[in-house]
């Protein structure tokens, strides 16, 4: 797919990790570990080896579990020519990469992502973060990882909430490229569809790593969607689909919520429940939590992701006052709102 994705499975991962002469520092999800501990074990038992478990999903992004696994790294003797690879969902990477882009200063490290989101998204870029109690992904670096081992053996042990998680980030590709938008639509697999999602996020951070400027429109539907997530303690990707849900809502796009209800029909992603009911639906918490988000360009106005008339994906800025009263005012669109 490209000299850093790389399609494989489990056996050839391990064979090539086996054959790998750095001091290797594995970094892997709890939850992944259980579920793969077989395939795994030899490359386990590997001679010149750190095994380090991280807490399960979401609970490996904060600050203990950082301080942890650096304790527990140097603890046991490392160099700056260690590898660190890091097995797991998005929120793995993300605090593995952060491990690997501190310790010594940075150290290299590669990644083996284990959920659809991580694969079309989380595992591509070279964004590392832990989450403060402020909100997510507020303490972080760039760290860019050698390689990316791309294996669908492991999407066969994911939840339902799981897979709606990976495809609520595939759904906001179909706004992002013709491409994808036109495979999605013709129901190509599941896996076609997960490697043009991973190539055209390379392609796009390639051009711009620092995300200073085009790299922005990938977060399209995150601006809400990290509150919703924050808010409503729902998975990431699901999220992202309230979030460009509430962006459509806000632009007055009947057209591209249409769309967005189309394209998850087509990924099969049915019954989804709102997170919101009229009592739990809070616009100024959310708000506050977004003024947090690192979009925020300060107290009066924020970098927002639209879709434009032209069903182009730009980069807007805009008031914060005039968001908040465009939402208080659809306040009854949001209440109703339902994707199925
Ligand atoms: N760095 C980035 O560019 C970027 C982009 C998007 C999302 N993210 C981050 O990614 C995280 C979400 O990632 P995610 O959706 O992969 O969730 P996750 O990493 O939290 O994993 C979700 C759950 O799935 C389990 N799991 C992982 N792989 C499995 C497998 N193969 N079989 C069964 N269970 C498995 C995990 O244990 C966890 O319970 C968020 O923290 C988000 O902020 C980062």
């Keep these: 797919m490209s000299k850093w994705i790389r399609k494989s499975n489990i056996d050839e991962i391990a064979k090539s990790l086996m054959e790998d002469e750095r001091q290797l520092l594995v970094c892997i999800d709890a939850q992944v570990e259980r579920l793969y501990a077989s395939e ?13 478990s991280f807490g399960q999903g979401e609970n490996a992004k904060n600050f203990a579990e950082w301080e942890r696994a650096l304790e527990f790294f140097i ?6 020519k260690s590898h660190l690879i890091a097995i797991g969902g998005g929120a793995l ?38 989450n403060a109690k402020h909100g997510k992904n507020l303490v972080g670096s760039f760290h860019q990882p050698n390689e990316i081992f791309v294996c669908e053996d492991f999407l066969s042990s994911l939840s339902k909430e ?14 992002l490229d013709l491409k994808i938008a036109q495979a999605i639509e013709a129901q190509e697999s599941l896996s076609h569809i997960i490697d043009l999602c991973a190539v055209y996020k390379l392609e796009l951070v390639k051009r711009d790593f620092k995300e200073s400027g085009e790299r ?70 959310m708000i506050a939590i977004v003024k947090k988000d690192k979009k925020s360009i ?43």
Excluded: C, M
């Design 162 to 175: 799981e897979i709606i998680s990976g495809k609520g980030e595939i759904a906001k590709y179909a706004f």
């Design 93 to 130: 990477s993300d605090a593995a990469g952060f491990v690997a882009a501190t310790l010594l200063r940075g150290i290299t490290w590669s990644i083996v992502p284990t959920t659809i989101l991580s694969q079309v998204d989380a595992s591509i870029g070279g964004k590392v973060a832990i």
């Design 40 to 52: 795994l074990a030899d490359l386990k038992g590997r001679h010149n080896l750190l095994w380090f």
């Design 75 to 80: 603890d046991r003797g490392v160099s700056r």
């Design 216 to 285: 922005k429109i990938l977060n399209l539907g995150h601006t809400f969607g990290h509150a919703v997530e924050w808010s409503y303690s729902i998975p990431h990707g699901e999220a992202v689909i309230w979030g460009l849900a509430l962006i459509f809502i806000l632009d007055d796009q009947s057209q591209q919520l249409e769309k967005l209800k189309k394209v998850l029909e087509n990924l099969q992603v049915r019954d989804i429940k709102t997170p919101w009911n009229k009592s739990s639906w809070d616009l100024d918490r």
């Design 298 to 340: 300060d107290s009066e106005s924020v970098e927002l992701i639209v879709v434009n008339s032209q069903d182009q994906v730009v980069i807007e800025e805009r008031k914060w006052s005039n968001i908040s009263n465009a939402l208080t005012r659809k306040q009854g669109d949001i209440h109703a709102l339902s994707l199925n």
